[in-house]
């Protein structure tokens, strides 16, 4: 029997089923991108997908050419350009009466940082594109350096005292340009995460979709434990579960516990954060200044 995570297609060729992300990709063991792919494979059940991926892990996992790790097309794109290249792919296939669903798949340097500027601009048009950040909070594919994402207190190899900002509210952003849909994803609350990949497949416009990835390389944690850390990060109200249509209407789709404890199992179980380094009370008063604002969204 196959796994259920593992049952769905991205592409067919007559009777041959091509998952999204083949064996013998290159990606690490217990990351939280092939799990998040795995499902994107999953939910696009037999739609035709063309995949657009800027310079992030997500891009080495096709491996060398002329093959590829990748059971759909991919374009290659520069950290910058990800979503302006789509734009055009998703306009070639509307003049051209095709049904392909242009999907750009980017880290969260080619996202909160490098990428916001063209992700902002196609946001801003209404282009028919679903963009996915998975979040791995670090540029992981060059050595582990801080971004826009890492949350505050973590050490990277750019904060060695540990990060003294907190994390940019990339959905606050995209919610903020009004477009159809935007929501996160838990990779441990499977059925909510799949039913929100179907949606966002389904419509048109441009989407955006957020995915916190655990990274055990850059984090510094077990492989086995990323999948529990996510729910930690949930439970704790580190990480909010919620969707938003058209920039004013939100919904909470997982209530947190605001945990402290959760907290505490999330810090402990990263390397990246030093008991030294990182100030729980000031990490938990930036979770409370995040909800009272998505309190005040659901609230309308």
Aim: proline share 5%.
């Amino acid at each position: 029997m196959e796994e259920p995570l593992l049952h769905g297609i991205a592409q067919t060729d007559g009777d041959r089923v091509e998952p999204l992300l083949r064996a013998g990709n290159t990606n690490c063991g217990g990351c939280g991108m092939s799990i998040g792919l795995l499902m994107l494979s999953r939910a696009a059940a037999d739609l035709k997908l063309q995949m657009v991926i800027p310079a992030c892990c997500g891009i080495v996992t096709a491996g060398p050419f002329p093959y590829s790790a990748y059971g759909a097309p991919v374009v290659a794109t520069t950290f910058a350009s990800a979503a302006a290249v789509a734009t055009g792919l998703a306009q070639v296939a509307a003049l051209n009466g095709e049904s392909t669903r242009v999907v750009c798949w980017a880290g969260d340097g080619g996202t909160y940082d490098i990428g916001l500027a063209t992700l902002s601009a196609a946001a801003e048009r209404g282009e028919d594109v679903l963009y996915i950040c998975y979040d791995n909070e670090i540029y992981g594919n060059t050595g582990g350096q801080r971004s826009g994402a890492t949350p505050l207190g973590a050490v990277t190899t750019t904060t060695p005292k540990g990060k003294v900002v907190n994390k940019k509210d990339i959905l606050g952003i995209m919610a903020a340009h009004r477009v159809p849909y935007a929501a996160t994803l838990s990779l441990a609350h499977p059925d909510d995460a799949l039913r929100k990949l179907k949606y966002a497949l389904g419509e048109r416009g441009f989407r955006f979709l957020h995915i916190l990835a655990p990274c055990p390389t850059g984090w510094k944690s077990e492989p086995s434990a990323g999948i529990e850390l996510v729910r930690e990060a949930v439970r704790s109200g580190l990480y909010p579960i919620y969707e938003v249509f058209d920039g004013d209407r939100a919904v909470v789709n997982v209530q947190s516990e605001h945990s402290d404890e959760a907290l505490q199992v999330w810090l402990e179980g990263q390397g990246r954060f030093k008991p030294s380094v990182y100030d729980t009370v000031a990490i938990r008063a930036g979770i409370e200044r995040s909800w009272q604002g998505l309190r005040r969204l659901t609230a309308g």
